[in-house]
């Protein structure tokens, strides 16, 4: 694992935009895994800024995203079909038919769950694989359990992960209880992996994530297993690590 250090969000957001945009750069039609949540949002502005002026072309790109509430239609503003195109790809050249979410309308989760890793299948996989950290080690939607998922699945949220979302939402009972997700199978077989970690209140997970024990009950400790993951964080989410 390479920790990349930043002293703070803005400096988090520029350093993950410009790992994405190396990406990109060396491989133009490559396939990005995004994510949703506050930790990214920098980074997408970041992005967006790079192909404003003319350093980054997403005419080729291809993306798939970690997970969406169930039940949740494209259009709700709360989605997070909703979320990536307001903050990134209403903003860039990227072709929206080749930009993939789970379908939060279907009510089969097998259905749904079976047609994500169809899609994740035929894109060839991914290249780069974007991640925010939940407060419980969650990635995607992957709740702390007693084994890794594989592939996508429908999950029951919890209670803190609902609280945590509350703050998107008019009050904690409009927070979707499921959503589906890529499974920790899935973002494991992303060729590279870059996890953006931001703020003291992150602090102890990230500790637990990158020296803990490898468990389903830290679901980002998997991480530790794969051998390309850059964690892009700053100061204060390292404070812990440092203080080792
Ligand atoms: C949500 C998302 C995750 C995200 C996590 C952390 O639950 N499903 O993909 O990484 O929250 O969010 P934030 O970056 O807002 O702390």
Do not use: W
Request: net charge negative; charged share 25%; glycine share 8%.
């Amino acid at each position: 694992m390479i920790i990349c250090r930043a002293k703070d969000y803005d400096e988090l957001s520029r350093r993950a935009a410009n790992i994405i945009g190396a990406q990109i750069i060396m491989k133009p039609d490559c396939v990005l895994g995004l994510a949703t949540g506050g930790s990214p949002v920098g980074t997408y502005k970041e992005l967006i800024k790079r192909y404003e002026m003319g350093d980054l072309d997403f005419s080729q790109v291809s993306t798939v995203n970690l997970d969406e509430y169930r039940g949740l239609s494209p259009e709700n503003d709360q989605s997070y079909r909703y979320f990536m195109n307001t903050n990134l790809f209403n903003h860039v050249n990227i072709d929206k038919a080749c930009t993939h979410v789970p379908n939060g309308l279907e009510p089969d989760a097998d259905k749904a769950c079976a047609d994500y890793d169809a899609i994740i299948d035929e894109m060839g996989g991914i290249d780069l694989q974007l991640l925010g950290l939940g407060h419980n080690g969650h990635i995607g939607f992957n709740e702390p359990a007693d084994t890794f998922t594989l592939g996508t699945n429908c999950v029951d949220l919890q209670a803190s992960t609902i609280e945590a979302n509350t703050r998107f939402f008019a009050s904690a009972d409009e927070v979707p209880r499921q959503a589906y997700t890529m499974g920790i199978g899935s973002i494991m077989q992303a060729k590279k992996i870059v996890v953006v970690v931001s703020g003291k209140d992150k602090a102890k997970i990230l500790r637990e994530v990158v020296a803990g024990p490898i468990t389903p009950r830290v679901p980002a400790s998997a991480l530790q297993l794969h051998p390309d993951v850059t964690i892009v964080a700053d100061e204060a989410a390292l404070s812990l690590l440092d203080a080792e």
